[in-house]
Every structure is written in structure tokens, then in C-alpha cells.
């Protein structure tokens, strides 16, 4: 998508983007202002498909039903699709957050509404915040002197990216509540030290769990989709699992003796 008016400009851009075009990516040419609310409007679409998908989640708790079937189901209709119906602590990065921030902050200069967009910013910021109390619940309702296991820092695996990530605020909201906190990411510490104070970073997955009462997984990386639950449960004080990316299958981690709580799933389905 190319915001000009300039035929000149037209011409530039389109030979430069030839090689593209040669495999029927599709190019647009529209005004400026055009094609600046595409953006806006693409990844403000997306985040609102993954804070409808949560909130299907929090229903689906409370029914008894399978988040993921409900995805799958939904999914099979073209009009609607598969992707970004992933449940999860909410979303985070550097492009979703500002965007929708944006067109809500433009649509008010301008005298629209964008109600949908705007609730989308409001419940996907409170879901973030409120992911610390499945923690304390899992915890029978009190973390005060509990150590807590932060595994995955990042606002997604594969990058060192901290904006906007859920762990900036369940971290936090832990430590208000009493807990320590204990974590690893395999790339994002670097930056995450800058952000979090009084959290004990370390070595790996493992050292993490080393004594903790309760693990939150907060981002999916790789390594954390295949712990040893025999060598995890004999490191935790307590074989408690908040799994916020639904990693694991809940009843092989509740025959394995683990208290395992996920997202938009019953325990033991």
C-alpha cells in the first residue's frame, strides 16, 4: 500500500516494488491519508480478533466449553478464518498497541467514533492486568511469600521485544501481591532488566523453577513446550502451572499431579 498522489512517484515505486509484482503481489496506490488508516485499520482488526477470542476464552471457563474447538469451529468459516485466534494474556509488540492507540486518538481529533477499537484498547489492557490473579488463584488465593517462576518474558518467542508484553504487568502486580519473582527468557533479559527491578533473573527454564511454588508461562518459546514434568515437579515446592499460551495438555498435567490452570480450558479436559 502507497499513499501518493504523484504520478512521478507512482512511476518510482512501481518499478522498484517490479520484482513483486512479477509473483502477483498485488500493490495499491491510494492518497496518503488512505493508506495510512489501512495500516491502522489492518492491525487494529487483528487485535480486535484476539481480544474477541480471549473474552470467548473467559466464557468458555465458565460454560465448560474448549476455547480451541470454539476456535477451530469458527475458524472453518472463510468469511472469519483461522488466524490470530490464538487465546493468550493479551496482546502486546510494538505494532498492535500503538495502532489502535492511534486510529482511536485520530478518530477523536476527527470527530468519529471508533467504539469498537476503543473497547478493544480497554479490555485488552485490563486483561493484562488481571492475568496475575490466576496466579494468586491457582495459589489458593495468596502469593505473600510465595515464589513465582516467570517463564518468558518477551511479548512473543523469537525476539527480545519487551513492548508493551504482558510480563510488564503480571510481574509487577505479583510483586504488589507479595510474591517473588524468579524468571527466564531465553533472548529478552536484557531488555526486561531495564523494565522489571527486584526480579531474580536466571540461568535457564530449569533454575527458575528451582524452589518456586507456582509457573506462570507467559511466552510460548520452544523450550518451554517440552519441560521434564518429572524433573519440574521435583524442583517446585508445589506442582502449580498457570499456563497463560495453553502449551501443555491439561489432563496429562493433571495425571502427571500437577494443579494446571490454562486459558478458556477446563482443568483435566
Given at each position: 500500500?502507497?499513499?501518493?498522489?504523484?504520478?512521478?512517484?507512482?512511476?518510482?515505486?512501481?518499478?522498484?516494488?517490479?520484482?513483486?509484482?512479477?509473483?502477483?503481489?498485488?500493490?495499491?496506490?491510494?492518497?496518503?491519508?488512505?493508506?495510512?488508516?489501512?495500516?491502522?485499520?489492518?492491525?487494529?482488526?487483528?487485535?480486535?480478533?484476539?481480544?474477541?477470542?480471549?473474552e470467548i476464552a473467559d466464557l468458555c471457563e465458565k460454560v465448560g466449553a474448549d476455547v480451541h474447538d470454539v476456535a477451530r469451529g469458527?475458524?472453518?468459516?472463510?468469511?472469519?478464518?483461522?488466524?490470530?485466534?490464538?487465546?493468550?494474556?493479551?496482546?502486546?509488540?510494538?505494532?498492535?498497541?500503538?495502532?489502535?492507540?492511534?486510529?482511536?486518538?485520530?478518530?477523536?481529533?476527527?470527530?468519529?467514533?471508533?467504539?469498537?477499537?476503543?473497547?478493544?484498547?480497554?479490555?485488552?489492557?485490563?486483561r493484562k492486568r488481571r492475568m496475575a490473579d490466576r496466579v494468586v488463584a491457582a495459589c489458593d488465593g495468596d502469593v505473600k511469600g510465595k515464589t513465582v517462576a516467570v517463564l518468558g518474558t518477551t511479548f512473543k518467542p523469537n525476539t527480545d521485544d519487551m513492548r508493551e508484553s504482558p510480563s510488564l504487568d503480571i510481574i509487577p502486580a505479583l510483586q504488589e501481591k507479595g510474591a517473588t519473582v524468579k524468571a527466564y527468557d531465553p533472548a529478552g533479559m536484557e531488555e526486561a532488566k531495564k523494565l522489571l527491578s527486584d526480579v531474580a533473573w536466571c540461568e535457564g527454564a530449569y533454575d527458575a523453577i528451582d524452589g518456586a511454588d507456582a509457573i506462570v508461562l507467559v511466552t510460548e518459546w520452544n523450550e518451554f513446550?517440552?519441560?521434564?514434568?518429572?524433573?519440574?515437579?521435583?524442583?517446585?515446592?508445589?506442582p502449580v502451572m498457570v499456563d497463560l499460551r495453553n502449551v501443555y495438555d491439561p489432563q496429562a498435567m493433571v495425571g502427571a499431579g500437577f494443579v494446571y490452570k490454562s486459558i478458556g480450558r477446563a482443568e483435566g479436559a
Open positions: 500500500v502507497i499513499g501518493t498522489q504523484s504520478e512521478r512517484a507512482q512511476e518510482v515505486m512501481r518499478a522498484l516494488y517490479r520484482p513483486l509484482s512479477l509473483i502477483e503481489t498485488p500493490i495499491l496506490f491510494t492518497r496518503r491519508e488512505t493508506a495510512e488508516l489501512v495500516k491502522y485499520a489492518t492491525n487494529a482488526f487483528l487485535a480486535t480478533k484476539i481480544t474477541f477470542i480471549n469458527i475458524g472453518l468459516d472463510g468469511r472469519i478464518g483461522r488466524k490470530f485466534l490464538h487465546p493468550g494474556p493479551g496482546y502486546g509488540g510494538s505494532c498492535f498497541p500503538k495502532d489502535t492507540l492511534a486510529l482511536v486518538r485520530t478518530a477523536q481529533e476527527f470527530g468519529a467514533e471508533v467504539r469498537i477499537v476503543d473497547s478493544v484498547v480497554g479490555v485488552n489492557a485490563e513446550r517440552s519441560l521434564d514434568l518429572d524433573r519440574v515437579k521435583g524442583l517446585m515446592k508445589k
